[in-house]
Protein backbone atom coordinates (compact mmCIF):
# COMPACT_ATOMS: atom_id res chain seq x y z
CA UNK A 1 0.00 0.00 0.00
CA UNK A 2 1.41 3.38 -0.90
CA UNK A 3 1.72 5.85 2.28
CA UNK A 4 -0.01 9.24 0.93
CA UNK A 5 0.98 11.30 3.31
CA UNK A 6 4.41 11.40 2.30
CA UNK A 7 3.73 12.91 -0.61
CA UNK A 8 1.42 15.93 0.86
CA UNK A 9 4.36 17.71 1.99
CA UNK A 10 6.15 17.59 -1.58
CA UNK A 11 2.73 18.74 -3.70
CA UNK A 12 2.46 21.58 -1.50
CA UNK A 13 5.85 22.49 -1.97
CA UNK A 14 5.58 22.37 -5.09
CA UNK A 15 2.24 24.67 -5.06
CA UNK A 16 3.39 27.16 -3.08
CA UNK A 17 6.68 27.37 -5.41
CA UNK A 18 4.89 27.52 -8.55
CA UNK A 19 2.78 30.73 -6.83
CA UNK A 20 5.96 32.60 -5.83
CA UNK A 21 8.14 31.60 -8.91
CA UNK A 22 5.23 33.01 -10.81
CA UNK A 23 4.54 36.18 -8.57
CA UNK A 24 8.41 36.79 -8.84
CA UNK A 25 8.04 36.58 -12.75
CA UNK A 26 5.31 38.46 -13.20
CA UNK A 27 7.05 41.13 -11.09
CA UNK A 28 10.36 40.98 -12.63
CA UNK A 29 9.67 40.52 -16.19
CA UNK A 30 6.19 41.43 -16.25
CA UNK A 31 4.52 38.06 -16.71
CA UNK A 32 4.86 34.42 -16.26
CA UNK A 33 7.60 32.30 -17.64
CA UNK A 34 5.75 29.16 -17.85
CA UNK A 35 4.57 26.47 -15.78
CA UNK A 36 7.31 24.33 -15.41
CA UNK A 37 9.90 27.19 -14.88
CA UNK A 38 7.71 29.47 -12.59
CA UNK A 39 8.24 26.01 -10.24
CA UNK A 40 11.45 25.87 -10.99
CA UNK A 41 12.50 29.43 -10.36
CA UNK A 42 9.94 29.20 -6.98
CA UNK A 43 11.69 26.02 -5.22
CA UNK A 44 14.73 27.39 -6.04
CA UNK A 45 13.89 30.54 -4.49
CA UNK A 46 12.26 28.40 -2.06
CA UNK A 47 15.20 26.77 -0.67
CA UNK A 48 17.42 30.17 -1.28
CA UNK A 49 14.43 31.71 1.18
CA UNK A 50 14.84 29.35 3.61
CA UNK A 51 18.68 29.33 3.92
CA UNK A 52 18.44 33.18 4.13
CA UNK A 53 16.15 33.26 6.43
CA UNK A 54 17.78 30.68 8.34
CA UNK A 55 21.17 32.17 8.71
CA UNK A 56 19.07 35.62 9.66
CA UNK A 57 17.58 33.96 12.23
CA UNK A 58 14.24 34.71 10.94
CA UNK A 59 11.38 32.29 12.00
CA UNK A 60 8.53 31.24 9.50
CA UNK A 61 5.44 30.06 10.10
CA UNK A 62 2.29 29.01 8.13
CA UNK A 63 1.20 29.33 4.21
CA UNK A 64 2.03 33.05 4.12
CA UNK A 65 5.09 33.32 5.82
CA UNK A 66 6.86 30.26 3.19
CA UNK A 67 5.18 32.07 0.29
CA UNK A 68 6.76 35.41 1.41
CA UNK A 69 10.29 33.99 1.32
CA UNK A 70 10.02 31.82 -1.81
CA UNK A 71 8.77 34.89 -2.96
CA UNK A 72 12.02 36.69 -1.84
CA UNK A 73 14.11 34.10 -2.87
CA UNK A 74 12.52 33.97 -6.05
CA UNK A 75 13.15 37.67 -6.45
CA UNK A 76 16.89 37.59 -5.69
CA UNK A 77 17.18 34.45 -8.45
CA UNK A 78 15.40 36.35 -11.10
CA UNK A 79 17.34 39.68 -10.29
CA UNK A 80 20.88 37.47 -10.73
CA UNK A 81 19.48 35.90 -13.68
CA UNK A 82 18.76 39.08 -15.28
CA UNK A 83 22.16 40.77 -13.93
CA UNK A 84 24.42 37.86 -15.70
CA UNK A 85 22.20 37.02 -18.82
CA UNK A 86 23.45 40.46 -20.28
CA UNK A 87 20.07 41.09 -22.26
CA UNK A 88 18.99 44.63 -23.03
CA UNK A 89 15.89 46.05 -23.31
CA UNK A 90 15.62 48.78 -26.08
CA UNK A 91 13.35 51.90 -25.06
Known amino acids: MIDWHGYHGVVWFLM ?3 LAGW ?6 TG ?10 VG ?5 LGG ?7 WYVYGFW ?3 GVSFLGALIL ?6 FSGRRQRA
Do not use: E, P, Y
Request: charged share 5%; proline share 0%; net charge neutral.
Open 16 to 18: VGG
Open 23 to 28: LASVVV
Open 31 to 40: GGMGILADIA
Open 78 to 83: LALFRG
Open 43 to 47: VAGAV
Open 51 to 57: FLANSLN
Open 65 to 67: GVL
